[in-house]
Every structure is written in C-alpha cells, then in structure tokens.
C-alpha cells in the first residue's frame, strides 16, 4: 500500500499493529513537535525506537540525558534511542524538530541503546555500476546484526537526485515500511510495489508487504530521503535481500 499521510494535531500515523496497515505488524508514527514542546512514552509490551528526522532534540530516559542535533535530515546522522518494554522516554524539543517513533511487541528485555552517527553502519551502493544510476548512501541504525534480540530493523537510505535505488528489484518475507521526505516541497520520486508504480511526494508513505519487490526512483534536482523500517517475523529475522531472478544478470555488468 502507498498512501499520503497528513499530520493531524502534530502527528502523523504510517501503521498500527491494530489498526491501519497492520500488516506491518509494527506501530510507527511521525511527530512535528514545536520549540519547548515535551513528548512521553511508555509502552508496557512494545521495544521503541525514536528517530531524529531534523531539529535539536533532548531524550530523557533511565536517570540518562542525550542530546541530538540534525539541521537537515541530508546532514549527519542518524541519531537514534532504542529500548525495550516498559522504559520511560521522554523527548524535549530544543527547536522546531521531527521525530519518528517505531514499536512492536518483544518480551525480551535488553539494555537501552543510543546510537550516533558514528555507531551506525553506512555504505554506498551500486557505486560506479550501471553509469552511476543506482548509486545511493545507505545507513542501518540496528538489524540483526547488531541487536539480535530486536524485532526491528531501523535505517535510512540518502537516494540521490535523478537515481534508482532499493534496486535491483527484490523482496523478502518480512514486511517494511518507507516513510520519505524532500528538501523541497515540490520534488517527487516514483515508488513501485510490485507492477504498480505510485507517485513518492514528501510526507508520502510506502508499506510493502513480504514477498513484493519494491524498487524507487527520484527526480533530477530532488535528492529523497527514506526512512526504512522492517518487521522481523518469528523464527525468520530480515538478515537479506532476495534479488528478484530476472534481473541478476545487472549484477555482473
């Protein structure tokens, strides 16, 4: 499903666990929060995520205090807390600022993490193949790898003007969601789930079920920026891609 959410009373809801786009199997809503302004959280059942899009942000959490500061969402980053069930966070606003938040259900009990840029993996892919059409800056927050006792997967992809990127064409079991912003209000992008392609504006939204390939593209002129989130399935953690067969052979030029 692609869709256009609209922020209402400063939020803007992408999935519910019980509600829209549940398949998803994740609750994850994004926050405009004004200078001055104080959000809380507890989720008694759910392990949490808190994304910095851009702003000055303070978390407050566990007798803790962190700091995260982000002009723009192309600028260094990402700054991200990542705890477990039942911890208190809460998140003060310095700035007008946007954050995103990611649950879903996990008994396990882990040590709450805070990620800086300098903690995160980040890569460019598909430098120098295809002329340079696909390359794009990818960051993983947390995924297997690093937090195997998560059911989230957290990252963000810097796709760069007039480029492909989630390419070549695949898919994996597990459900993802794409939430994407521009600099400008204007640039847009295209968003294909399966056969069906959809027009990516800022703010819009892309949920994409287990086993559908899910390639972008964005605008010359409009560099996009994604947020990417996937959803472990019990027992069949997200550790890949599966590359859809009939466009393999691009790997080898």
Request: proline share 8%; glycine share 8%.
């Amino acid at each position: 499903m692609f869709f256009y959410p609209e922020f209402v009373n400063g939020k803007k809801v992408l999935s519910q666990i019980n509600g829209i786009n549940s398949v998803m199997m994740m609750n994850i809503t994004v926050y405009k929060m004004n200078s001055g302004e104080t959000l809380s959280f507890t989720l008694p059942d759910e392990e949490m995520a808190i994304l910095l899009v851009e702003g000055d942000i303070t978390f407050t959490y566990e007798g803790k205090e962190e700091k995260a500061s982000r002009a723009g969402m192309f600028l260094p980053g990402p700054y991200a807390l990542h705890v477990p069930k039942g911890v208190a966070v809460t998140v003060t606003s310095s700035k007008d600022s946007e954050i995103i938040v990611q649950s879903t259900e996990n008994d396990n009990v882990f040590p709450s993490k805070y990620y800086r840029p300098e903690d995160c993996e980040s890569f460019v892919s598909c430098d120098g193949k295809w002329e340079n059409t696909a390359v794009r800056d990818v960051v993983t927050v947390f995924d297997y790898n690093n937090a195997p006792y998560s059911n989230m997967v957290l990252g963000e992809v810097y796709a760069r003007q007039g480029r492909w990127w989630s390419y070549i064409p695949h898919s994996h079991p597990q459900p993802e969601v794409y939430y994407y912003k521009f600099e400008r209000p204007e640039g847009f992008g295209a968003c294909f789930i399966g056969d069906v392609a959809y027009t990516v504006k800022d703010g819009s939204c892309g949920c994409f079920p287990g086993g559908v390939n899910h390639p972008q593209v964005t605008a010359p002129g409009y560099p996009m920026y994604n947020v990417w989130m996937i959803r472990h399935l019990p027992g069949n953690p997200w550790t890949d891609r599966i590359d859809d067969p009939e466009y393999t052979w691009l790997l080898n030029e």
